[in-house]
């Protein structure tokens, strides 16, 4: 039973397209997080949703647009997909209210723009 | 969230205790200390945590110093499969903070 999945595991695409990447959790947590891990190994938060309220965007192109149609699910839509969007894609799950907030992290999506 | 100092990189030998040091000076004292890992083209995995006292579980142990100015994180009986970068992170829980800041870690090599 995977708490954190996503979708695709592989993503590869030219140049302008757009595409999505679907993340779903199944532990009940209020709180999910979207975090992008480039070439150089560096995990940076991107966005943060908590009962499906955006709380957190660390001043990410508007090209990039989650979308999170409940509590259990938060997907990232990119439109005009550049060469520097290639990276991993990780998407996380906690409970706020759970007093330490522990984060519970997906698989990982690989994107590359070609 | 405070700032954190991890090794680049350890070695340790296969069944041996792998002891792995943070130091985090400016620490406040709401902040909590986080340790998570990332084996290769994994998902980072959630470890431990702890506030003041030392904590244990079923994957390892965490030491915190008097003055929560350093931390180490302890894996028992370490194997080949620990072979990751381990993450310290110090975050204050809670609040308007929802982020993991995480840095550069320190990249443990498990040998045979």
């Known amino acids: 039973d995977t708490a954190v999945s996503q979708t695709p595991k592989y993503l590869v695409t030219q140049m302008g397209n757009d595409k999505s990447i679907k993340c779903e959790q199944n532990l009940g947590h209020d709180t999910m997080y979207w975090y992008k891990q480039d070439s150089k190994k560096f995990l940076k938060i991107m966005f943060s949703y908590n009962n499906k309220e955006l709380i957190i965007n660390e001043t990410v192109p508007n090209r990039f647009s989650p979308k999170s149609p409940d509590k259990a699910h938060l997907n990232l839509h990119i439109n005009s997909l550049e060469l520097g969007d290639s990276a991993v894609y990780f998407c996380?799950?906690?409970?706020?209210?759970?007093?330490?907030?522990?984060?519970?992290f997906g698989p990982g999506t690989r994107l590359t723009v070609l | 969230d405070a700032k954190t100092t991890q090794p680049p990189s350890m070695d340790c030998a296969e069944g041996r205790a792998a002891n792995l040091p943070c130091n985090h000076s400016?620490?406040?004292?709401?902040?909590?200390v986080y340790w998570y890992r990332q084996i290769h083209s994994q998902g980072p995995q959630y470890i431990i945590h702890g506030l003041k006292n030392n904590e244990t579980n079923e994957m390892a142990s965490l030491i915190i110093t008097e003055d929560r100015k350093s931390s180490t994180l302890i894996l028992p009986h370490a194997t080949l499969r620990d072979t990751a970068v381990y993450y310290c992170?110090?975050?204050?829980?809670?609040?308007?903070?929802?982020?993991?800041?995480f840095g550069k870690g320190t990249l443990l090599t498990v040998n045979p």
């Open positions: 992170i110090v975050r204050l829980v809670g609040g308007s903070n929802y982020k993991l800041t």
């Open positions: 400016t620490i406040s004292g709401n902040e909590y």
């Open positions: 996380a799950s906690s409970q706020r209210t759970s007093g330490t907030d522990t984060q519970y």
